[in-house]
């Protein structure tokens, strides 16, 4: 078995473990008396949220997509190069950490989407995103009483010798893969600096850290929505969940332990919704943000699929 595989299969474990720690931790919760812990399903807030995270997957494209006209000097039509966008999303989902830039080569062809163009706007698009996404988050829990009082959180969690060992497992695995690629990741920044400066102005940089803060701000607003429907929450605290999930994404995909970042995002997420949640509603919460995610992409993924194959049969 070769090197990449053990890898692999390795962090797909180590995501297994979180989910699985996750869903102890949230029976053990239930099993005891909880106190203002109300769970009232509210299908019109899901419904809500759900429609404002398909809106959000949908625009996420339209940036990219003039991203990639940066790059290149052909014209390309919107609809096709979204269909290419929102296939090439699928692609996290497959083994490895690359997925995605496999997905979308496999479709460039089909699309006429030239390759190296795809590859750098994505990567820019993720560098947009990770980056605002910390900064932002990272604003606004500073900002508000939610330093404190996960300070509060921390000091109360009575770290057992086996979760200490996982996590100090967890830390040297992520940086056994960060110092085993360390060549290819400094290479992979290199040439997106290089490429990156000279596509860009300042104005258009400018526009698209504008355009990538309000998204972010369109995807808070959705997951907010989304506790909304399973448990009350007052509207106060809107930012604060927008930069709970904006940090909690950021982390998830800056990991390079798990694929997409599963089992990290939801521990970072269950740890800080603690903050403005009961702890049994907060693990729940986390839990099911990645279905509810996933769901969105999946529609999308079908729509797009759709659009791929009525172009093929014209």
Known sequence: MTRSRLLRWGRILIALSILCFLIKHLLGLLTVSLEGEVI????????????LLLVYFSLLGIPWFFLYLSGIEKTVSFVPGWTFFQLSQLGRYLPGRI?????MLSFSREFGIEKTSAILATCLQLVFQCSLGCLFGCLVLWHTETVQLLQNVLASIEMSVKTS???????MLGGGVVFLYRHRIQETFSRLIKQG?????MSKLLLSLGVYLLLWVLLGTAFFL????????SFSQLLVVTGIYAVAWSIGF??????SGLGVREGVLSLLLTTVLPPATATLVALLARLWTLAAELLLGGVAFGIYFRRRRV
């Open 165 to 171: 060992l996982i996590c100090i497992g967890i830390g």
């Open 254 to 259: 800056l990991s390079v332990i798990t694929p």
């Open 40 to 51: 009232a399903f509210k299908p019109f807030w899901l419904l809500a949220s759900l429609t």
């Open 197 to 201: 400066a000279a596509m860009f102005s």
């Open 226 to 233: 989304f506790i909304n429907s399973l448990c009350p929450i």
């Open 99 to 103: 997925g995605q830039f496999v997905w």
